[in-house]
């Protein structure tokens, strides 16, 4: 039967398919390619409407919230007969190979009206991934976890991402039907849920989403239309999407409508968006401002915030569209961990070669953010990044240990099993206290044991294909470069996923890990001056592996950071203003160390003695407060 025209039917967005008041299933789909289109579903076939840009559109009878339907091209004559599954499904039941499924956005009742979003500035940012968070892997098991991240100190969650992807396990980033939440973790309705709930006890929640390719199974655009890829273009995990071709412009409504969905129909706080040095774009507008255009506009009066995954820590996404740039709020910067490894374990391999590990590049990057701004860069045999001397240190994520970077390795293990106990607290420290905006993964609060793994459920010959690619990759590293591929983990096997999920028993158990850092994002966050935005921020080097980090306040009551990666370090001589305090009578007062012995550490003595000689403790850092701040800082650390 055809289906009901609709001209003038006010959609929400434009592709999908969207209950009219009626409730009845409008539904728009953009397929060029195709001559005819009609919708299959339980009450027989409606063919669709085509207008002149390609798209098909109508009201289809019967086609209710929880109706499953598919799409038959060309009566399916030259398609063999076959069907298949919205490009813009709100949800697919049965994987990306089975119908998709009509979703009702409105029957979820949100109790969040009275929250006005994040602002960027001054946030703590919390990775996880839905499926090895917790034993059971979903959003409403999450849910029960968000106290826990509150009472951490935690403000803003980055949930990595769960567009629909094939398999029963996966990270996430093939995914291949962008508006639909992974099946297997939950409903849409309770993915809503772990957002209301985590507004409600004030915390903000962002997703990871990938603009740059497409997963390699159960992607079936090509089928609607050629022009949803560019040819021209290359990135390493598939076929490039075109932002700048012929027919760019319905992709790039695509992309700015799956931003608009995930912020107006799940209210989250911004996105952060993977990879964007591999979204190639020529065209006078890069896609990045319309996607930073369309979560602004999609939020309303919330404030939303868009992070942008950069391997060259390009300063220009962050830098205002009236400076040349694409008005987002943040990069990962990378670098920071680079060294931060480097320094921790010694090893200077693969993407780590051109890092020293040294006291100069932590002060450096703590003061610039990107440690290279256009200098050559060894391991890519060219020169890498952008200057960024005008962005503010907030703009900037450090971490210590996310996604990537703990799985690039041969068997995931953390940091804190890599280095020793008190070079972890120290640059911990340096993470927590730095005015950059930090990053913490999960797990990574209290000594999580459990490895971080790449893991990817695909059919056996894709299995095979990522098993050799991963350890293609590995290769590089010069420790593994002899590795038999068949001893490395094995990405396709179900105990690699299970392997990687936490163990919440060793919140407890862990009991000094966690003060850690509990400790040190109180500190952060209710210290006078580590609190305010920073006026000024200096830093030197004062020994083989020791630096300090000095903040300058307005009223004087400034504060010293002390760290010292290597051994004891007496200081015979101190030509360095930096050690000096504003207030010489009565010299610099510890506010924090991280030796305190209910962090695990062994204690330490006064790092300056009564004649004004300075020793600073191996494998430590200590917080310094100015005397006039004395009466505040013990009332702070309370």
């Known amino acids: 039967m055809p289906s009901t025209t609709t001209r003038d039917l006010r959609r929400r967005l434009p592709v999908g398919a969207e209950l009219t008041g009626s409730g009845e299933a409008h539904v728009r789909l953009w397929a060029p390619k195709c001559r005819r289109v009609e919708v299959e579903s339980d009450n027989g076939h409606t063919e669709l409407e085509r ?13 209710q919230a929880g109706s499953r339907y598919r799409f038959r091209l060309d ?23 089975g119908a998709s499924q009509v979703v009702d956005p409105s029957v979820f009742r949100w109790t969040d009206a009275a929250w006005a979003g994040i602002q960027p500035e001054r946030q703590i940012f919390y990775e996880l991934h839905i499926g090895t968070f917790t034993p059971q ?24 991402p769960v567009a629909e992807f094939s398999g029963a396990f996966g990270w996430g980033y093939d995914g291949v039907d962008w508006f639909a939440p992974y099946h297997r973790y939950g409903s849409c309705d309770d993915l809503r849920a772990f957002v209301n709930r985590a507004h409600d006890a004030g915390l903000g929640v962002i997703l990871d989403v990938v603009y740059n390719h497409f997963g390699p199974d159960g992607n079936y655009l090509r089928e609607f239309s050629d022009a949803y890829f560019h040819s021209d273009h290359i990135t390493e995990w598939g076929d490039a999407i075109n932002f700048d071709g012929e027919g760019s412009a319905a992709v790039r409504e695509f992309v700015t409508s799956n ?19 591999a979204i190639h774009d020529d065209s006078p507008r890069h896609i990045l401002q319309d996607i930073g255009v369309a979560a602004r506009q999609a939020a309303g009066a919330r404030s939303v915030l868009v992070i942008a995954e950069t391997e060259p820590q390009d300063a220009r996404i962050v830098r205002a569209t009236a400076k040349g740039g694409y008005g987002l709020d943040y990069i990962w910067c990378d670098d920071f961990h680079h060294v931060a490894i480097v320094a921790a374990t010694g090893k200077r391999e693969a993407y780590y070669i051109d890092y020293g590990g040294t006291p100069q590049e932590f002060v450096s990057a703590v003061k610039r953010g990107p440690l290279y701004q256009g200098q050559y860069y060894t391991w890519y045999k060219q020169r890498r990044g952008w200057a960024a001397w005008d962005v503010p240190h907030w703009r900037m994520v450090f971490c210590l240990e996310n996604h990537d970077q703990v799985a690039n390795s041969r068997d995931g ?13 120290a640059l911990t420290a340096l993470l927590l206290l730095a005015p950059q905006t930090p990053l913490l993964f999960q797990g990574e609060e209290f000594g999580s044991s459990a490895p971080f793994l790449y893991f990817v459920d695909h059919e056996p010959e894709l299995r095979r294909l990522v098993r050799e690619g991963r350890a293609a990759f590995l290769a590089k590293f010069a420790s593994m470069a002899d590795a038999d591929p068949h001893d490395l983990v094995d990405p396709g096997d179900p105990a690699t996923f299970g ?14 890990h966690l003060a850690l850092h509990r400790d ?35 009223d004087g009551n400034d504060r010293l950071l002390v760290v010292n990666l290597g051994v004891d370090l007496p200081l015979a001589i101190a030509p360095e203003p930096l050690l000096a305090p504003p207030d010489l009578q009565h010299g610099w007062i510890p506010r924090w160390h991280s030796e305190d012995p209910r962090y695990g550490g062994r204690g330490a003595p006064a790092l300056e003695s009564e004649d004004g000689r300075w020793r600073i403790p191996a494998e430590s850092a200590t917080l310094l407060a100015a005397s006039a701040g004395k009466g505040a800082a013990a009332r702070d650390l309370d």
């Open 51 to 63: 207008d002149e840009r390609g798209y098909f559109s109508g009201t289809v009878p019967g086609l």
């Open 75 to 97: 009566g399916g004559g030259e398609r063999g007969g076959r069907s298949f599954p919205d490009p813009a499904s709100r949800y697919q039941p049965d994987g990306p190979h």
């Open 137 to 160: 892997g979903t959003y409403a098991a999450a849910a029960e976890r968000i106290e826990d991240l509150v009472a951490l100190g935690v403000t803003v969650v980055e949930i990595m």
């Open 259 to 277: 931003v608009r969905h995930w912020i107006e129909e799940y209210h989250l706080d911004g996105l952060r968006l993977d990879a964007t040095h």
């Open 413 to 425: 293990r953390r940091l804190h099993q890599l280095t020793s106990p008190g070079r972890y607290r």
């Open 499 to 512: 392997r990687s999920r936490l163990d919440w028993t060793e919140r407890e158990a862990n009991a000094t």
């Open 520 to 554: 040190l994002i109180a500190l952060r966050r209710r210290d006078p001056v580590l609190s305010a935005g920073i006026r000024e921020i200096d830093g030197a080097v004062v020994g083989p592996q020791a630096f300090v980090i000095r903040f300058f306040a307005e």
